[in-house]
């Protein structure tokens, strides 16, 4: 079907992207990045406008890892799709399974005990740091730091991978959340691991402060780049990290108090600015608020079942209805919705994924800037492909 | 014995030469100095790769290259087999002729420079009386060679990679420049030779080199500041930052080519380097009266080797800047302090002898690095910040 | 340099220049193996942990990721290669520079793995492309793309320079391109190279 | 925050003219929908997102959901007249039969918004719209007027579901290629034949397999 | 001995030639670099060894670089259609094959009175160091005056005024991202 | 003539050329040897992210570069004057050091006028 | 002052660079090939599947009731089944899968056959070195090269072997205890056939009549008793029997689920007519 | 040694060189380029005549193509300003063209 004879009505000017003229002094450039750049995590394309430097126009192209998942989702059971999960955000499949379950367990009304919680809990949030890490590494990476922080976040990253895999068996595609709990119960030999691992994670977090915190190149390549206002950021549904960075105080796990978040105590960091820097910082001290979180699910993780015994895993058939749940994953609000007609299979399953989402405003944010800040501000959105195109 | 071991290659070639005839003596005697220089700086690239990949591995708590011969050290002769044997590709609508031509100005150049650096006492290839002029003057057409990779490799990268060089080593060659002009001011040559010499006494055993006085020091960083960025490594590797324009000026190259490329380019650090330790360090000098028996050439190539290892320490730590933080910084921070430092060591001159004219410069100095870097850091809006928190 | 005697012996028959230069290739190809810097998807964060410090892959020389296909020896298609991305990838294959290498890395990349019964994903990264060594895996672990990395200096090893088998890129008369296939109203035009790629015909 | 029944209340007091239908939930969660009229969408959004008590500044997702026309076989009771001998007279008598009767009833797209606002901390509203059918009046008025996150994900459902929104200021395909012609997420969309051979063909997969060897014994197709 | 200065000779001619005909700008400049290199040659040849550096350093280093940006300013890559050459181009040769003849002609006439052989003077920079702060110090003045000039009056030629035309890059044009762009492959 | 210095830089220019020829010319003879060279249309196109290249490379260029050239033009002249005085720069009384210093000055006027004139802001 | 963010960056390095050779905890690198981390005992790669004894073919736990093949989200499983029996574990006659292919370049690893089975049949791998030039050769894996023994269960997934193991033990007790019984009331009854509980008793049979290949063939001598069953090309309802009494495992849900795709995959066209081309 | 005789006639001959290329070229930065050529052309000359020059010691022609260099590096940079902003303004670098749009 093409869009023909569709009448484009003059939009209201505030939350679009400004036109930037070019000064008429040299002839414009029209340059792809991506898909096979390599700065685009994967296989995103922005087709830019250069003037001289100046980024005068920036189109993003999407759909080259659309892997058909909500398709898939439709064709499969509820229990099948659970893996697939795993592969949208490919950095941090445990809050996927989260989110996905926690959509299920509200189209059906499913309990889950309480150790199960928290051990979702101390997953997502041992998640949250690894990808927080990571995304700061390769912000890095993009500034040309040759890969050195990278390596400081893969390092603690493959500490926590360590912790994922002999609990659920896999590195990266756990699939380890069920409707009514988790698949299996962490030993006592884990959680000590875990322990450790999550006492010694306030040193990286230090050193990774050290190394890059004050470094004059990093902040001046940082500071009053990409900057988004908090109204264009709330209207564009920007969520996450990136949303409290330009200061609007939204973290899901406060507001809809989803699981039982509410029972631990932690803050959530604000930024002034809305720049890159403040993306990158608010990541930084998430980190550490999420230590935090940790240690405090850690001390209190009660002894119990982690599936309810009621929950049904096969043969699962939920009653017509629908239901949307989401979670304050580690890039923002992700979250799924479930129409049920009854069958073996969702009618409909949806993801609303924040990567995807959050780069309504590349373009607002790139405008105007150098083309290698477009890099960095990219990098900052921090997107994960297999969820931007699903 | 420390003779000896000081004037060992000129001894030894001396001895080579002395079967010959009288008349061949000297042209042979330059082709054989010629060809140990030609000889020994792609060497020194091949273990300088080998080193940098190591070290910046140990830095990211890894081990680096250690597979290909024993401790890795065959790895570059690996690469250059390789590059030698792959495909060489020239885009149908690239400029043939200058795509050729490029890579091989380059290294021609980048060699070139040699030719006036004394790597050891009575080691070098020709004392000229314009021996710094010359080398600049050599260093100044590398920029044409990198122009010409970009642009006929006539692809979008390539071209603005190449522009990018051009601009940021047009900027940098300034200060290189102005910064050297500071040593000539005090030795009174542009020989190199004489440079050294020039800082051959040891007071209470240390030496006195140039980078032992306030505008010394001064020039020297600047030096630093501006020899990084003309070899376009980081955090000045702009024009192949490969985070926005894939492989700069060099993407559409393959094979051998592209080695040319990476050859050049850090034969062009060896050659800034060697200049450095000449003009600041006391190029083949000991650095302590005590240790003068070891050979000269040792001293210069250790020299050498401890300025690579900065290179690649600020490679595996530092991210890059941008392009107009990157002119800005050389216009409006490295130049300005160069051109005071002339001023500075003028006045050192006339100061006459003293602590007081320690103080004055060093005090001039020190002042305007700290209200420079701050205007500049004013002027670029950025400094540490602090955050708030939400319940 | 791991070549086996009875490949020596056979090499012996072809000279011992042949041979010495042979090995000598051999060694300089699978000593030197860069990738090019080119992820796709999940298997693409497996591969970069590869590179990263706790498997090192530069161990092997193969941490000089190219971003440049014509610098680059080794493609790994790390993860799903959708319909739209195939050309992308068929040319950038095609403008890599002669010896190339493919690694196919994960499920995705061999067969179209969880996602083959989708509309956008390409069933196989094969159909368009000679790929050399397969991982199965999703994602393979690190280690199990540093044994594919050992199975392809393997495979390189055993190639003659000269004679009958000679791999691809020394034969004047195999072919050099792979046609990019083009999008089509439905599907990829054509939704295979018939050059490169037949259906397998496997008894059962 | 309101009851999905204030909330349509409010609406058809701010918005004269407007239709807001209520469809229930029946899950647990409760989460019920508006569903309102094209026409009036736009105002409707408008109020939502201005509204000082309701204040969904943030919209989250947007979905489309296709539902195929549905053949309804319903049993009617018909009366009518049916020949019949009567006392040896052919006469026209009334019987009462029951009779199956097929409707088609026309299936619609359907796309689903759904509104948190980040000031007051509450949500979702769900709003939802329905296109008259699934084959010529597939037109929605945008969103993305209102709150830009509709930008891209409008563009998704007009790639994957084939909703055409009006107003949009750049509806093109987001995630498919341009000159792709299908609609692949509508529930009749039929998938190219790309067999690839599988040693695991089963059930659907199986058939596409045994239709695609069809195909290339006719000739139809290379492979 | 003579071979060298015939090479270097042909060198700088063969560059300026080509400088000259070379219909492709950039080549042009690059034929130009390789004519500045055989003079500098040259002037090494007769003992001027810092002018020589002076001339790679100057022409070689800055001022080909000033021509390759100002031919890649004014989009003159590419060989315009309409040919090279003026329509004049013929009076343009005879003009300067004339102005050629003129000079050989008095070269070769003045040639038995020239000097041929003068002993190497030995001049060092410092020399012209020397001479440059005591007898030409005047003139040096005015370089600096000059070039202080130069670089504001090129500075100011060259850069572009605000008030240009505008070209907005949403403005109809084939390519450049314009709504309903279309383009995948 | 062997004893020139200039000999020394023709020999050492020479064997650099050779050394950057050689190689070249070895891996072409590599290729007509063993590995032939198979350039096809798509390999030999501009590599442009994997996409076909769209519009020229060759485009008009701003004039930022251009202005920060005649900056460098201006300061290398300068350092011709400047490297004599260097040199001679011991020997020399203090009015000659003055008139240095004025030209000096003179120049770092123009620099500074470009300054704030703003020709150093990159565009 | 400008630069010491710099320095700070530059000591962190060198910390880094200089630790690297003293502490392990700087230097992370595991030298791969000679040197491995232990896995852990979670780890899952590719599924297997487990038999029990020494001969792969008769021990296999498999009882084709094809719920991994229709649970399998990529559907890389493929089952065909015997056409007739041998006695499983607990010595009942089971239908056994003829041909049990796993596409491993299909495989998602999420280990949700593993969960679904209730025979305890297949089990995840831990075995990753794997890559291979050859597609369908190296990567589609039969019945054989799935087969691994229990040991070798034991040995990748010790602790989760043994539990499975006492279930099975408490099963295998459980249905002898009941054939005990039963045989006992036979016994009573006096004169009966010999009970079906008795594994360690094979009564030679025939083989069914099917065209059964020659490995089939080979073992179909050896495959025991099966009374009536036997006889019956396929059998209708594999699983019951087993899942009754196989109480202890499973739960409700498993029993009902076990009994389903048998059913449907009845009605399901035979995957034998695979197309190749 | 080579005589005067012969750097004359080749500084001539590039002279000419350079003149035949701002006489007949179109594009105006050709002409600079003539133009280059020319003054180099004339260095070549102050350069050997100084060589030859009975009193080289007192560096005349020198310092006279020194400060030629200069000038002429000076004349470059404007002469090229100029053609850069005419390209602006008129999008040609023809001369001819340039010639028309004055009348």
Same mark, same amino acid.
């Given at each position: ?390 | ?259 040319? $490329? #990476?050859?050049?380019?850090? %034969?062009? =650090?060896?050659?800034?380097?060697? @200049?450095?330790? &000449? +003009? ?19 001293? $210069? #190539?250790?020299?050498?080797? %401890?300025? =690579?290892?900065?290179?690649?320490? @600020?490679?595996? &730590? +530092? ?73 | ?204 | ?223 | ?185 | ?123 | ?277 | ?103």
């Amino acid at each position: 079907m093409s869009p023909s004879g569709i009448k484009t009505e003059k939009l209201a000017g505030w939350n679009r992207p400004p036109v930037i003229e070019s000064d008429g002094e040299g002839e414009l450039l029209e340059v792809a990045m991506g898909p096979h750049h390599p700065s685009t995590h994967g296989v995103f394309r922005m087709d830019v406008v250069l003037d001289g430097e100046r980024v005068i126009k920036l189109k993003p192209v999407f759909g080259y890892l659309h892997r058909n998942h909500e398709q898939l989702g439709e064709r499969q059971s509820y229990l099948a799709s659970m893996p697939y999960t795993d592969r949208l955000d490919y950095f941090c499949s445990l809050t996927n399974n989260w989110a996905y379950a926690l959509a299920v367990e509200k189209l059906v009304g499913q309990e889950v005990p309480e150790r199960a919680e928290y051990l979702r809990v101390i997953l997502a949030e041992l998640t949250r740091i690894q990808n927080h890490a990571s995304t700061i590494g390769f912000l890095l990476q993009e500034m040309g730091a040759s890969g050195t922080p990278l390596m400081y976040a893969f390092r603690e990253r493959e500490k926590i991978l360590d912790l994922f895999e002999s609990l659920t068996g896999s590195r990266m595609m756990c699939n380890y959340m069920r409707f009514g709990g988790c698949r299996v119960d962490a030993s006592p030999a884990w959680l000590e691991a875990t322990r450790k691992v999550v006492a010694g994670l306030p040193a990286f977090v230090d050193e990774f402060e050290r190394f890059l915190m004050t470094n004059e190149i990093l902040m001046a390549r940082c500071q009053g780049i990409g900057v988004l206002k908090p109204d264009l950021a709330v209207n564009a549904g920007i969520s996450g990290p990136m949303l409290r960075a330009t200061g609007v105080n939204y973290d899901i796990r406060k507001v809809d108090h989803y699981g039982i978040y509410d029972r631990f105590k932690f803050r959530v960091p604000l930024g002034d600015h809305g720049d890159i820097y403040d993306r990158y910082m608010v990541r930084m001290l998430e980190m550490r608020e999420s230590i935090l979180i940790l240690n405090q699910a850690l001390k209190d993780l009660p002894a119990g079942p982690v599936m309810d015994p009621k929950a049904k895993i096969r043969n699962f058939r939920p009653k017509a209805g629908e239901s949307y749940g989401r979670i304050e994953a580690p890039k923002g609000e992700l979250g799924f919705y479930l129409i049920s007609d009854g069958g073996p299979n969702p009618y409909r399953y949806r993801v609303r994924p924040p990567s995807f989402i959050n780069l309504t405003v590349l373009e607002d944010m790139c405008l105007g800037s150098n083309v290698a800040d477009v890099v960095l501000i990219f990098g900052s959105v921090d997107i994960v492909l297999g969820e931007v195109d699903r | 014995m420390t003779e000896r071991l000081d004037q060992i290659f000129v001894v030894l070639k001396h001895w080579l030469l002395g079967y010959l005839p009288e008349s061949w003596q000297t042209p042979v005697g330059v082709v054989i100095s010629v060809v140990c220089i030609i000889g020994l700086y792609p060497a020194l690239f091949a273990i300088t790769t080998v080193l940098e990949r190591k070290g910046v591995g140990r830095m990211q708590n890894r081990l680096g290259p250690n597979r290909v011969g024993p401790y890795g050290i065959l790895q570059p002769m690996a690469d250059g087999i390789k590059s030698l044997t792959k495909e060489d590709i020239v885009p149908t609508s690239a400029d043939a002729v200058v795509h050729f031509l490029a890579p091989v100005i380059l290294v021609v150049t980048v060699f070139m420079g040699f030719a006036v650096l004394p790597m050891g006492r009575n080691m070098v290839l020709v004392d000229m009386d314009a021996g710094l002029l010359f080398y600049f003057a050599m260093g100044a057409s590398t920029e044409l060679s990198v122009f010409m990779a970009g642009w006929s490799s006539r692809n979008k990268y390539s071209l603005l990679g190449a522009m990018r060089a051009v601009a940021q080593m047009i900027s940098y060659e300034v200060a290189l420049l102005l910064s050297s002009v500071v040593i000539v001011m005090m030795t009174g040559s542009l020989s190199l030779v004489k440079i050294v010499e020039a800082q051959n006494h040891y007071s209470y055993g240390f030496p006195h080199w140039f980078i032992f006085t306030p505008w010394g020091l001064a020039a020297f960083i600047m030096y630093a500041i501006a020899g990084t960025a003309e070899t376009n490594r980081s955090p000045f590797d702009l024009p192949e930052g490969e985070s926005e324009l894939v492989a700069g000026y060099h993407t559409e190259y393959s094979g051998f080519k592209f080695a040319l $490329f #990476f050859l050049g380019e850090y %034969v062009a =650090m060896f050659s800034i380097s060697g @200049l450095g330790s &000449t +003009l600041f360090l006391g190029g083949w000098m000991a650095p302590f009266s005590g240790l003068q028996f070891i050979p000269s050439w040792i001293w $210069f #190539f250790g020299k050498l080797f %401890v300025s =690579m290892c900065v290179f690649i320490w @600020l490679r595996g &730590t +530092l991210p890059r800047l941008r392009q107009d933080q990157l002119m800005n910084f050389a216009w409006k921070f490295v130049l300005p302090m160069c051109l005071l430092n002339l001023f500075v060591a003028g006045l050192w001159r006339f100061m006459g002898e003293g602590w007081l004219r320690w103080l004055v410069c060093s005090a001039i100095l020190i002042l305007a690095y700290v209200s420079l870097g701050r205007e500049g850091m004013r002027r670029q809006k950025f400094g540490p910040r602090s955050y708030r928190y939400a319940e | 340099m791991a070549v086996d005697e009875k490949l020596k012996i056979e090499l012996g028959k072809q000279g011992v220049m042949v041979t010495t230069i042979q090995e000598l290739y051999n060694w300089g190809r699978r000593s030197s193996i860069w990738p090019m810097q080119f992820g796709l998807a999940c298997c693409a964060i497996e591969m970069i942990a590869t590179t990263m410090a706790r498997y090192d892959l530069a161990r092997f020389g193969s941490e000089v990721f190219r971003p440049s296909p014509r610098q680059a020896d080794l493609m790994i298609i790390s993860g799903t290669v959708t319909k739209k991305m195939a050309p992308q990838v068929v040319r950038l294959y095609n403008q890599m520079a002669e010896p190339r290498y493919v690694i196919a890395m994960g499920a995705c990349a061999i067969s179209g793995g969880p996602f083959k019964q989708g509309y956008n994903v390409l069933k196989g990264i094969d159909r368009y492309i000679p790929v050399d060594v397969h991982i199965p895996g999703c994602p393979p672990r690190p280690e199990a793309l540093i044994q594919a990395f050992m199975t392809l200096q393997k495979k390189i090893d055993e190639q003659h320079l000269t004679g009958e088998d000679r791999p691809r890129h020394l034969d004047e008369q195999a072919p050099g391109e792979f046609n990019v296939p083009e999008f089509g109203e439905h599907d990829l035009e054509p939704p295979s190279n018939p050059g490169t790629w037949t259906v397998p015909k496997i008894i059962q | 925050m309101k009851s999905v029944e204030e909330i349509k209340a409010a609406i058809e007091a701010a918005v004269p003219g407007a239709v807001v239908k209520v469809i229930l939930n029946p899950a647990p969660n409760a989460q019920h929908s508006l569903l309102i009229d094209a026409p009036h969408a736009v105002a409707v959004a408008e109020f939502l997102r201005d509204d000082d008590e309701l204040a969904l500044d943030f919209l989250s997702n947007v979905t489309g959901v296709d539902f195929l026309d549905k053949e309804i076989a319903e049993k009617v009771k018909v009366t009518r007249q049916v020949p019949k001998e009567v006392d040896g007279v052919q006469q026209m008598v009334d019987e009462t039969v029951e009779e199956t009767r097929k409707r088609v009833e026309p299936g619609y797209l359907e796309a689903v918004y759904h509104l948190f606002s980040v000031s007051k901390k509450h949500g979702p509203v769900i709003i939802r719209m329905r296109t008259a059918n699934r084959t010529d009046l597939v037109e929605l008025p945008s969103l993305t007027p209102i709150w830009r996150s509709a930008e891209f994900q409008e563009r998704e459902v007009f790639d994957l579901f084939g909703i055409v929104f009006t107003g949009h200021p750049d509806l093109r395909r987001i995630l498919m290629w341009d000159e792709f012609k299908d609609h692949p997420m509508r529930r009749d969309y039929v998938e190219p034949d790309d067999y690839e051979y599988e040693p695991t063909a089963h059930d659907d997969v199986l058939k596409r397999a045994q239709a695609h060897k069809a195909k290339v014994s006719a000739g139809e197709v290379s492979q | 001995m003579d071979f060298v200065f015939y090479l270097i000779s042909a060198f700088a001619v063969g560059g300026a030639l080509a400088a000259v005909l070379l219909k492709n700008l950039v080549h042009a400049a690059l034929a130009l670099t390789i004519a500045f290199f055989g003079l500098a040659l040259l002037f090494l040849r007769l003992d001027a060894q810092f002018a020589g550096f002076a001339q790679i350093l100057v022409y070689v280093g800055a001022v080909a670089i000033l021509v390759v940006f100002a031919i890649l300013l004014t989009k003159g890559s590419e060989v315009p259609k309409e040919g090279v050459f003026s329509k004049s181009w013929f009076a343009g040769l005879a003009i300067s094959a004339g102005v050629f003849a003129v000079l050989a002609w008095a070269v070769l006439q003045a040639a038995p009175s020239l000097p041929n052989e003068t002993a190497a003077p030995a001049v060092t920079v410092n020399d012209i160091g020397n001479a440059l702060m005591s007898r030409y110090v005047l003139p040096l003045e005015i370089i600096a005056v000059l070039l202080t000039a130069a670089l504001l009056g090129a500075v100011i030629v060259a850069m572009h005024e605000k008030a240009g035309p505008k070209q907005s890059a949403g403005a109809p044009g084939p390519s450049l991202l314009g709504t309903g762009e279309r383009r995948n492959s | 003539m062997a004893s020139s210095p200039y000999f020394s830089l023709a020999v050492l220019f020479v064997v650099a050329l050779g050394f950057g020829l050689a190689p070249l010319g070895l891996a072409w003879l590599w290729q007509k040897v063993f590995s032939p060279a198979k350039p096809n249309e798509i390999k030999n196109a501009i590599y442009e992210c994997g996409l076909e290249s769209r519009g020229d490379a060759w485009v008009q260029f701003r004039s930022a570069y251009y202005l920060y050239a005649i900056i460098f033009l201006i300061f290398d002249v300068e350092a011709i004057f400047l490297l004599p005085f260097a040199v001679a720069f011991t020997g020399l009384g203090a009015a000659a050091c003055v008139s240095m210093l004025v030209f000096v000055l003179l120049l770092i006027e123009g620099l500074a006028w470009a300054w704030a004139k703003g020709v150093l802001t990159w565009a | 002052m400008l630069g010491d963010g710099i320095l700070k960056g530059l000591a962190e390095t060198a910390k880094n660079f200089a630790g690297s050779f003293v502490s392990k905890e700087r230097m992370t690198t595991v030298e791969y090939p000679e040197e491995r981390l232990p896995l852990p005992e979670a780890a899952r790669n590719f599924p297997f599947l487990v038999y029990d004894g020494d001969d792969w073919e008769k021990g296999l736990r498999c009882v084709a009731c094809q719920i991994c093949e229709k649970e399998c989200p990529p559907k890389c499983i493929y089952i065909e089944k015997s056409k007739d029996k041998k006695p499983d574990y607990v010595g009942k006659p089971q239908i056994y899968p003829a041909k049990f292919d796993i596409d491993i370049s299909v495989c998602m690893s999420c280990q949700i056959c593993v969960e679904v089975c209730p025979f305890e049949a297949i089990k995840m791998n831990t075995e990753f070195e794997l890559a291979t030039d050859d597609r369908f050769g190296g990567l589609l894996l039969d019945r054989k090269e799935l087969a691994r023994s229990n040991e070798y269960y034991h040995q990748i997934h010790p602790t989760e072997a043994s539990e499975v193991d006492a279930r099975l033990a408490e099963e295998k007790a459980k249905v002898e205890a009941k054939a005990k019984a039963a045989a006992e009331a036979a016994a009573a009854k006096a004169a009966a056939p010999p009970a079906a509980a008795a594994p360690a008793t094979p009564i030679a049979k025939p083989a069914a009549p099917v065209e059964a290949r020659p490995a089939t063939a080979a073992k179909a001598a050896e495959v025991a008793k099966a009374p009536a069953a036997a006889t019956a090309p396929v059998a209708p309802k594999p699983v019951p029997g087993t899942g009754s009494d196989g109480a202890a495992s499973m739960t409700p849900e498993d029993k009902k689920a076990a009994e389903t795709p048998a059913k449907t995959n009845e009605g399901e066209p035979k995957a034998q007519g695979e197309p190749k081309e | 040694m080579t005589p005067l005789a012969p750097y004359l006639i080749v500084a001539a001959l590039i002279f000419a060189i350079g003149l035949a290329g701002a006489l007949t070229r179109r594009n105006a930065i050709m002409v600079l380029i003539g133009i280059e050529l020319m003054l180099n052309a004339a260095n070549l000359n102050l350069i050997a005549f100084w060589r030859y020059s009975p009193h080289p010691e007192l560096l005349s022609g020198m310092m006279f193509a020194i400060f030629s260099i200069a000038v002429a590096a000076a004349e470059a940079a404007v002469g090229l300003g100029l053609v850069i902003s005419i390209y602006r303004h008129a999008k040609t670098t023809d001369v001819e063209e340039m010639n028309r749009m004055k009348g």
